[in-house]
């Protein structure tokens, strides 16, 4: 129960701020075209409270699902934010202005959010540098797993992995983990002699969504197994596990990443870890108890700390470009996945409670970073989803601009009529989608309370 009432304000600290953002885009971009704003409106419906500025109301809605900016003398979304005001002087009317205007004023929203999502990966690259990925060589391969059945054997290196060449570990592991028992062609590079074999990621269940999982680990070196986050009140803090503590062992078991992590608390579910750890130079170790969060879990974040590499500004915006494109495209094939079959919805699309379950945990395990990752994360969806030709969204009053440019040509427009039946069109459909996503949250919700879930086993790692 507290974790559920933690949820409210960490949604209001991701989501509030990716709402506003999201808004003021539309806000700034109107004000500098002397556009009147008759409303900055954080949710929807029923205004609860706020302070009126000049001629806008800055207001709190009662439906915290989102938010809008009333523009004066648009009208179209009326069934949702009501009915403007009828005494607006033409220069500052929305309706009267040329398409490029509006344009601005509407693409102006996603773009701030895609632009924060830029701004915060930026920012985290120019204070700790970018990491610097090892080569995609094999260390080690489990012992009568999936891998070596297909014969990938340790030191091969991967040049080839479901058709791109010369991946990173990172696109290997991305890619895997879209692919749950999904055969991957890939090629390997071993002795001089390329080979070409085909991989079946493992499946593995966390938080209700199935995720491909790699039964090999790269040769990462000598780089340490550091824990990113603990949860509170978990079996790792009780144990007395802190971020920044390097992993040595569990249970008289060496660890080279965090899969191997995982592997071991999963082979001794039901008993006592023994953790080994390295912290502030010197060795110590902790014991947890027998007791487990769903999935086996212990309540602990780890990764392997990957060498960082200082950048100057150039390589720091292209870094973050390249790592939201790569959560572009992941999100991107999530749904083609969704579209085709592959992939249950259910599984994968999350709502209101969803996000803030996760933002509660982001920010428990990880303090301002997974705050910011998780802001970064929803404003660069939020952008995206927002420019698809939806009516009720941007994108889908951008896409009627578009309409109304090509109808000109033949001397029509739309009817403020056909415009407003539209938009209830689109809002219908927007609630529908909203009741599904928030029952299917508290479905996920209920069933992680009985403590459902898979289980999978571990595999034991060969060199």
């Not at 700034?28 to 008759?38: M, T, Y």
């Not at 395990?365 to 404003?379: E, H, P, R, Y």
């Not at 415009?419 to 992680?448: H, P, S, W």
């Amino acid at each position: 129960m507290s974790d559920l009432i933690g949820y409210v304000p960490a949604l209001i600290l991701i989501l509030g701020p990716a709402v506003i953002l999201h808004e003021f885009g539309h806000f700034i971009v109107a004000k500098l075209l002397k556009i009147r704003v008759e409303t900055f409106s954080v949710g929807f419906g029923k205004r609860l409270f706020g302070k009126r500025w000049g001629t806008t109301d800055y207001r709190v809605s009662l439906i915290p699902l989102g938010g809008y900016v009333k523009l004066g003398g648009d009208e179209s979304n009326a069934p949702i934010e009501g009915e403007g005001e009828s005494d607006i002087p033409a220069h500052e009317r929305f309706d009267l202005r040329p398409r490029w205007q509006k344009f601005l004023v509407m693409v102006a929203g996603p773009v701030m959010n895609i632009l924060t999502a830029l701004a915060i990966v930026f920012a985290g690259a120019m204070k700790n540098g970018v990491p610097v990925s090892p080569a995609p060589v094999i260390d080690r391969v489990a012992e009568g797993g999936t891998s070596e059945k297909a014969g990938l054997r340790p030191r091969d290196r991967i040049v080839s992995f479901n058709g791109v060449e010369e991946p990173t570990w990172q696109r290997i592991k991305d890619d895997a983990s879209l692919r749950p028992e999904q055969p991957i062609p890939v090629v390997v590079e071993r002795a001089g002699e390329r080979v070409s074999l085909t991989l079946t990621p493992g499946k593995q269940v966390e938080d209700g969504e199935s995720i491909g999982t790699l039964d090999f680990r790269p040769d990462y070196g000598s780089l340490p197994v550091m824990v990113d986050g603990v949860l509170a009140d978990s079996p790792a803090a009780k144990a007395g596990l802190q971020e920044g503590d390097r992993i040595l062992s569990i249970n008289g078991e060496g660890v080279g990443d965090e899969q191997d992590v995982r592997a071991v608390i999963r082979a001794h579910k039901a008993e006592a870890l023994r953790i080994r750890i390295e912290r502030g130079g010197q060795q110590q170790e902790l014991v947890t108890g027998t007791e487990r969060l769903a999935e086996d879990k212990i309540g602990v974040t780890t990764s392997v700390e990957l060498p960082l590499e200082r950048v100057g500004v150039a390589g720091a915006a292209a870094f973050a470009v390249r790592r939201n494109l790569e959560v572009l495209r992941m999100t991107g094939e999530a749904f083609g996945q969704i579209f085709h079959g592959q992939r249950s919805a259910r599984e994968s699309l999350a709502g209101p409670i969803e996000i803030a379950r996760q933002s509660s945990h982001a920010i428990q395990q990880f303090g301002l970073a997974g705050l910011f990752s998780m802001l970064g994360f929803l404003s660069l969806n939020l952008g995206i989803v927002n420019l698809l030709p939806i009516p009720v969204l941007d994108g889908g009053a951008i896409f009627l601009l578009l309409v109304e440019a090509v109808l000109g040509l033949a001397g029509k427009r739309l009817s403020l009529r056909l415009r407003e039946r539209i938009q209830y069109v689109g809002f219908f459909v927007l609630l529908l989608l909203m009741g599904f996503v928030i029952t299917n949250d508290a479905v996920k919700m209920v069933t992680r309370l009985r403590g459902g879930g898979d289980k999978p086993a571990a595999t034991e790692m060969k060199k």
